[in-house]
C-alpha cells in the first residue's frame, strides 16, 4: 500500500476558514486518503518541501517578501499551490433562489472548462432536468460570500459567474500549471468548502474531488480545446456613488441653460464640507488683549457627587438580631380558640360564682344580667364587637329565631 500523501494547512496568517472550526467536515473527508498537517509559524523552505499541496485558507495577514519567495520555489519545484480566498467584489444573485442572502448564490452555466463539466456530469450530482442547448448549464453550484478574480495568460479559467449572477461571465476560479509540475489553484470562495454548503451541495463536494486530484496528481490534463468556449467580461469599476451623494452643490439653479462642463468633478464643491483654521490667530491673539495667559487646554479630572458614604468590606459577616417572641401572655388562648358551647360555659360559671360569694340577701344587679346576656350574644355571633345593643333587644333576636326554627306541622 503506498504512503498518502502529505497536505499542509497554513493557519499562520489569520486564516478565516480552520480545520478545527468551519472545515471540520473537510478535514474527515481527506483524512482516509492524505496526511493533513498545519503549519503555524513563518513559512520555510524545510516546512514545505515534504508537503504535495499547500493550502492558504483565507489569509488575512500580510505575507513578507521572503515568504513569497518561498512560495514561488515551492511552485517552482513542483509543489501544488492552492489559495482559497473570500469578500473582494461580491458575487450576488439578482432574485431570490433557495438561499435568502443575495451572496448565496447558485451559480448555473459557470463551468467552463469542457474537461470539467464533463466529468460533473458523469457523477451522482444534483441536474436540472431541461434540454439545454449546451448541457453545462445543467449543473449548478453553490458559491457563497465570493469574489471575482483577474486571470491572465498562462492561467487558464475553470470557473466563471455565468449568465444568471452579477457580475457577469467574470472568474471565480483560475489554474496556472508548470511543465516541471508546479500548479497553482486560485478559487475565490473558500466558503464552498464551509461545513454548512459542503455537507447539503453534493456539486460542490465533486468539485472538491475534482481540485483534490487535479492538484495531487498527473492524472488530468488539460488540452486548448478545454478552453476555447469561454465569455470573459472585463473588471470594470464604478463611483462610489454614496461618498459622492454626500457631496453635491446646495443649489444647481444656475446650472439650468448652461452647458455641463466636460470634466464633471468641475461641478461639486469641496470646500463646503472643509475644516478652515483662518480664525485661529484671532483666537489666540485674544488671550493677549484679555490679559489671561495662554496655555493649552489640560484634562480637568471630574469631580462627582456622592450622595452615600464609600463602601467598606465588612471583616465579619453582619449579625442580625433576633425577632422578639410574640406576646402570647396578651391573649386569652382559650377565650380564642374554644368553641362557643364552652365559653358560654366558662362565662356561665365565672357569673355563679360571683353571685354565690356575695351576699345571698342582697338581690343581683340588674346591670350584672344585662352584661350577661351581652357577652353571651357576643360568643354566639348575635351581635359585634363594635355594635352595642340593649339586652331587651337582643333577647328578641334570640326569641324570633327560636320562633322561626319551630318546625312545621
Known amino acids: ?26 478535514q474527515r473527508k481527506l483524512k482516509s486518503l492524505w496526511t493533513i ?80 463539466w464533463r466529468h460533473l456530469l458523469e457523477q451522482n450530482i444534483e441536474k436540472l432536468d431541461y434540454d439545454f442547448t449546451d448541457e ?17 495568460d498562462p492561467a487558464n479559467v475553470l470557473i466563471t459567474t455565468g449568465p444568471v449572477v452579477y457580475p457577469f461571465n467574470r472568474p471565480l476560479a483560475g489554474y496556472y500549471y508548470q511543465p516541471n509540475g508546479g500548479k497553482i489553484l486560485a478559487l475565490g470562495s473558500g466558503y464552498m468548502f464551509h461545513d454548512k454548503y459542503l455537507a447539503n451541495d453534493k456539486t460542490n463536494d465533486a468539485l472538491l474531488n475534482y481540485f483534490m486530484k487535479l492538484l495531487g496528481s498527473h492524472e488530468i490534463n488539460y488540452k486548448h480545446l478545454d478552453f476555447n468556449d469561454l465569455e470573459i467580461n472585463d473588471h470594470k469599476t464604478f ?50 488683549h484679555l490679559h489671561v495667559k495662554y496655555e493649552p487646554l489640560k484634562i480637568i479630572k471630574p469631580q ?21 417572641a410574640p406576646p402570647l401572655e396578651l391573649y386569652d388562648l382559650d377565650e380564642v380558640f374554644s368553641a362557643a358551647r364552652t365559653q358560654l360555659a366558662n362565662m356561665t360559671g365565672q357569673c355563679l360564682q360571683t353571685i354565690q360569694r356575695k351576699d345571698s340577701r342582697k338581690k343581683p344587679h340588674y346591670k350584672e344580667l344585662e352584661n350577661y346576656i351581652k357577652e353571651c350574644a357576643r360568643i354566639t355571633a348575635i351581635i359585634n364587637e363594635q355594635h352595642d345593643m340593649p339586652a331587651r333587644e337582643i333577647l328578641n333576636i334570640v326569641a324570633q329565631q327560636i320562633v322561626n326554627y319551630r318546625p312545621y306541622d
Not at 54 to 80: C, H, I, M, W, Y
Not at 304 to 324: D, G, Y
Request: net charge negative; hydrophobic share 40%; proline share 6%.
Open 239 to 288: 463611483t462610489d456613488i454614496g461618498f459622492v451623494a454626500d457631496l453635491p452643490k446646495a443649489c444647481l439653479i444656475d446650472s439650468i441653460g448652461s452647458e455641463i462642463p466636460a470634466d464633471f468633478k468641475q461641478m461639486f464643491d469641496m470646500t463646503l464640507c472643509a475644516l478652515s483654521n483662518r480664525l485661529l490667530k484671532d483666537v489666540t491673539s485674544a488671550y493677549h
Open 1 to 26: 500500500m503506498s504512503a498518502k500523501h502529505l497536505i499542509c494547512f497554513d493557519i499562520s496568517k489569520s486564516e478565516r476558514f480552520q480545520l478545527t472550526d468551519n472545515y471540520k467536515l473537510l
Open 304 to 324: 462627582f457627587e456622592i450622595p452615600l458614604p464609600p463602601l467598606q468590606l465588612a471583616t465579619f459577616p453582619p449579625v442580625f438580631s433576633e425577632p422578639a
Open 136 to 152: 453545462k448549464y445543467k449543473i449548478h453550484f453553490h458559491y457563497p460570500y465570493g469574489a471575482t478574480l483577474n486571470v491572465s
Open 37 to 116: 498537517e498545519q503549519n503555524d509559524t513563518e513559512l520555510k523552505a524545510e516546512k514545505l518541501q515534504r508537503a504535495k499541496i499547500f493550502v492558504l485558507a483565507g489569509p488575512q495577514d500580510r505575507f513578507t517578501q521572503d515568504e513569497f519567495e518561498v512560495l514561488k520555489d515551492f511552485v517552482n519545484n513542483g509543489g501544488s499551490l492552492w489559495v482559497l480566498l473570500g469578500d473582494g467584489d461580491s458575487v450576488v444573485r439578482p432574485h431570490y433562489y433557495k438561499d435568502f442572502h443575495p451572496k448565496e448564490c447558485f451559480i448555473g452555466g459557470g463551468i467552463v472548462c469542457e474537461s470539467l
